[in-house]
């Protein structure tokens, strides 16, 4: 598990350390696993590489409070194609999520395809929803016997520019991740987000 961690560290490292945009933020998470409800304070940092019409992005998130430690880390690819006065963004993804509770860890890795759409509505403000989907692996539970299974996400945020130098966006995000399939056991979280960019 710690090769995979490192794998998706290294492969994040292209874009957050040349990155064309870079953003920092704030995350209340919440995590629903087997009986643990509740919520935590994440920070967020992400950088985005241009490539033209494509991009690869990288995000680490990383929070802890009611007794758990919570990490995720995710890259992605992706394709920028104008549709409609907006932008459509099939992507393909990749990342890690490990929770740490009361002395056990839960923990995966995860990869799949999306979309997303984003729409201006004027100068300062854009509007975007996308989602994904895929299977998750290498899942682990302290005591368990773990098989994975489908993955999917999706987040809805809104962007407003014109604000200092950057942009600040203000959305909502799920992503259901199941652990152990004979166990019933997911892992899910779910949080209002916050994080402020800036292009350089």
Known sequence: MN???????????????FANSA????????????????????????GTLDFGSYAAKAK???GSGNGLNYQNYGI??????AFDGGQ???RILMGYTHLGAFGG???TAYAGFGAGYQYPLNQFVTVGASAAAG???????????????LFYQAK???????IGPGALKIGYEYRHLPISMSNNLHLNTDGVFADYSVHF
């Open 3 to 17: 090769k995979l961690i490192l794998a998706v560290l290294i492969a994040m490292a292209p874009a957050a350390a």
């Open 135 to 149: 299977r998750d692996f290498a899942t682990h539970v302290t005591g368990l016997n773990t098989v994975g299974g």
């Open 105 to 107: 860890n839960i923990s």
């Open 23 to 46: 953003s920092i933020g704030y995350d209340n998470v919440g995590v629903s696993a087997g009986g643990i409800n509740a919520t935590l304070p994440a920070g967020t940092l992400a």
């Open 156 to 162: 809805g945020y809104a962007e407003f520019r014109g």
């Open 76 to 81: 992605s690819a992706e394709k920028r194609i």
């Open 88 to 90: 459509f963004t099939p």
């Open 60 to 62: 680490a998130t990383l």
